[in-house]
C-alpha cells in the first residue's frame, strides 16, 4: 500500500476534530478512488453488493447498510446484502417503503428519525431487536437514467442523522456502483445464455434415444460431486460441467439406425459408434468457448480414452488424458451402471463401486475411483434426486451406445469375475 493511502488509512481510524474536516474530505475522496477501483474489478454481482454495503459503511460512518437491486420484470426490489443484520434476501415492491420509494422517485431520502416516516416499516426491527434511527437512502442510476439499485445506510454512529456531506459521498460512489453492477449484470447474462445453450444442446442429444433420456445431465451431475470428492472448485468445476454435459454431442452425427438399433451392436457397428467421442470434439472446436474454457471440448472428446491407452478415439496414453476427461469417464461408467439398461437392471450402488473398482487401473484412473468411493453419500444423493430421469421399462430405443459402452465395462467386469 503507497504511503499516502497508509496514512489516509491511520487518519480514518483517528478520532475526528473539527479541524480534520479538510483532511478528512480528502482521505475520503482517496477511498472512494480506492473502493470504485476495486468495485471495477470484481465482476461476481453478489461478491460486488457485499464490497459496497461494506465501502459504505465505511465512507458514511454508518452502523449497517443495504444495497438493493431493482428486478425489472417483478417491479421489486431485492438484496442478497444486508450488512450487520443478518438476515438473507429481502424483496419488496418497488414504491413500497422507504428503499421501494427512492426505487420509483430516483430522489434521495434522508432521514434523521426513521420511526417518525410513515414509509418506514419496523417489522424487521422488532423481528431483531435492532432500533433503526436515521436512515440515507440513495438512487444508483443506470446508464439509460433508471434507478437499477439502492443503498441504504443505517444508523449514523455517533447518534447523529446523516448530512448533505454524507449525501454527496453516496452519489459519488453511487455513480461508479452503477457502472460496475451493470457490467456485472450483463455479464452475469451472458453466463447464463451461455449455460442454457449448453444444456439445451445436452438435452437435444438425450433426446434422440430414449434408452440415454437424461444421461448428460446425470453424468455433470455425478462429474460435479466425484469433482469436488478431488477438490475441485470454481472455474475447474465450471468446465467440468460444460465438458460433461457436452460429452457425447458428437452422437449427434451417429445415424439413427445405429443408435436405436435394438440389441446389441456387432464390432463394425461398434467401431462406428466409436466415432462419437471424436465428432464431440469436432463440433465443440467450432464453438468460441470463453478464453479460460478453452480446454473443455478436450476433456469431452476424451472421454472414452483408457489408462492402459486402449481407449477410443485416440488411444491415448495415461499422461495425455486430462484430469477432467478422467472424471467424466468415471460419471459416464457410473451412470451406465446404476441406470436401468434394457439388457440389465439398475445395478445397486455396491455392485457398481464392485465393478468400478476392477475397472480402476486398466480402464479408470484409480484416484478418481477412489473420489466415487469418498463421496458415495452425495452420489447417492444425488442418484435418488435424479431417478425420476432414468429410462422407463417399456422404452422404446433398448439399442444405443451405452449398449455398446456398457458391453465393453460388463466384460471388464467379467474378466475379473463379477
Ligand atoms: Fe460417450
Ligand atoms: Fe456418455
Known sequence: MPAERR??????????RKSD???????KLDLILDVTRRLMSITDLDAL????????????????????????????????????????????PVGVGIAGTVAATGETVNIPDAYADPRFNPEPDK??????????????????????????????KGRESFNPDD????????????VAVENAQLLAEQKRLWETLIETLAVTIDARDQQTAGHSQRVTRYAEVIGRGMGLSGLE?????????????????????????PGKLDDVEFEYMKAHAERTGEFLAHLEFPHDMRDVPVIAAQHHERMDGKGYPRGLPAER???????????DVFDALTAPRYYKPAYSLEKTLEIMDTMAGDHLDPAVVAAVRRSMKDLEWTLESLKHTWPKPG??????LQDAELSERDRAAKAAGT
Do not use: C
Not at 21 to 27: D, I, L, N, Y
Not at 395 to 400: I, K, L
Open 49 to 92: 453488493l457485499r464490497d459496497m454495503a461494506q465501502a459504505t459503511t465505511q465512507l458514511l460512518d454508518a452502523d449497517r447498510a443495504t444495497i438493493f437491486i431493482v428486478d425489472r420484470e417483478k417491479n421489486e426490489i431485492w438484496s442478497r446484502v444486508a450488512l450487520g443484520t443478518g438476515v438473507g434476501e429481502i424483496r419488496q
Open 395 to 400: 422404452d422404446e430405443g433398448m439399442g444405443s
Open 167 to 178: 449525501e454527496e459521498t453516496l452519489s459519488s460512489l453511487g455513480a461508479s456502483a452503477a
Open 321 to 331: 488424458i486430462v484430469l477432467g476427461a478422467r472424471i467424466v469417464a468415471a460419471a
Open 237 to 261: 468445476l465450471e468446465k467440468l460441467r460444460a465438458a460433461a454435459l457436452l460429452h457425447d454431442y458428437g452422437k449427434i452425427a451417429v445415424r439413427d439406425r445405429f443408435l436405436q438399433k
Open 127 to 156: 423481528r431483531s431487536g435492532y432500533r433503526t434511527r436515521s436512515l440515507l437512502t440513495f438512487p444508483m442510476t443506470g446508464q439509460n437514467g433508471r434507478v437499477i439499485g439502492v443503498f441504504q445506510a443505517v444508523n449514523k
Open 21 to 27: 474536516k479538510k483532511v478528512t474530505t480528502g482521505s
Open 7 to 16: 496514512a489516509a488509512g491511520e487518519r480514518r481510524g483517528a478520532p475526528r
